[in-house]
DNA sequence: GCAAACTGTAAGTTGACACTTTCGTAAGCA
DNA sequence: TGCTTACGAAAGTGTCAACTTACAGTTTGC
């Protein structure tokens, strides 16, 4: 599943940050990597994971190289959890509902109850 | 961040599963470890880190805990990634709405140019 | 062609993590 | 009081992942 990559890039909160960078403007490699602490190195291969995961794209201007969001693949990833909660939240949802009648439903008969002695 | 360990723990395929299995219904630690083909204290150790994270609520009836979804642990989590697309996605969309209009634009100039010639 | 700029790749290290087997613990039952 | 059931906790193992430093590849300006 090309998802799972995604979500488990996402998991990573550095990967966050620069997804959030590039997310409305095209940034160059080393631009992203002087916004971190760590080596440049270590956000180039941050931006391999999140590319190979369909979360970025690459485009080569001489030697630089800009990155920015992917929006079919952030779609994919929010399809994908809004299903996973969707099928199955609303159920739960449905469920704290009834759950919470019935407990009124025994109320009111306990204060029936207690009316009638 | 408690959603952070959310995201972590969502990031794995196992604990998705997990996660699902509890979803509408009440499972004892034991039940669930059945349908998994890893030892039971693998999937124990999977229950820990999901409660953790505020996604499972434990429930002790004797010997046997009860695990259950906590809705609002998947609730903070779905916000909180609802939010990381919201805040930009919006926007990507927009962009991409207003590249293509240009592009468009710029064909139709290319066609009149042809014409006129 | 050669050096500089911008970057990815390779290799090694450390720590996290998904497991395993073994042991400990608490509740129910003969 | 034992014995069983249903677990988690502890300790050990192999693998993966997030780093580091060192090196190699491309493009551009001279």
Redesign the interface.
Known sequence: MAV?AA??A??E?RR?EIL?LV??RELAAGSIAARFDVTRPAISQHLRILKDSGLLTERREGTRRFYR?R?EG??DL?EF?EE??ET??R???V??EAAERRLRRAERRAIERRKRQ
Chains 1, 2 share one sequence.
């Open positions: 799972d979500l488990k996402i998991a909160p966050r959030r997310w409305h969001a929006p952030v779609e929010r959890l996973f909660w199955s939240l159920r739960l949802k469920e704290a």
